[in-house]
């Protein structure tokens, strides 16, 4: 049986053949967010994400968070956390001061890493400075 049963069908396509399909984001404070479900991976893009504030993620299908990392687009260091609203999925990941740096988080909390379809409470928390990277998330989807 599929992991992905509900989908709607458009999700459903472009996950079969390797298409992104974009998700919406919300961010508080400043600074800008893009995000896009590929494959079994969400692809967030941050620009000058305000420290002490946050990114919101929909969430089109139900998935388990299993891992992420960043790759880092600037020479400023800064650190992210994923959450499920406010419970933590990850680690706080501490990004270096090095352009094209790559961050891994240590540690997922499984008690917090599974999303239904439309809870759209996942949420990248930039915990010290302005964050410029890139952040993938991989997921598994599940039946939910």
Partial sequence: MSNIKGIRSDIWYKMKYHQPVDLTTTMEGTGSATAVLLGKQIIVTL?????????????PLGFRVIGAYSIHQDANDFDWQLKNTA???????????????????????????TFLRGDDDLRIAITTDAGVAIIV???????A
Avoid: C, R
Avoid at 47 to 55: L, N, Q, R, S
Avoid at 88 to 107: E, F, L, N, P, Q
């Fill in 47 to 59: 620009v000058d994400a305000e420290v002490d504030k946050y990114v919101n993620i929909s969430t």
């Fill in 87 to 113: 419970g933590a999925i990850s680690d706080a990941v501490g990004v270096a001061a090095v352009d094209t740096d790559i961050d891994k988080a240590a540690k997922i909390n499984d008690a917090y890493s």
């Fill in 137 to 143: 998330i991989d997921i598994e989807p599940t039946i």
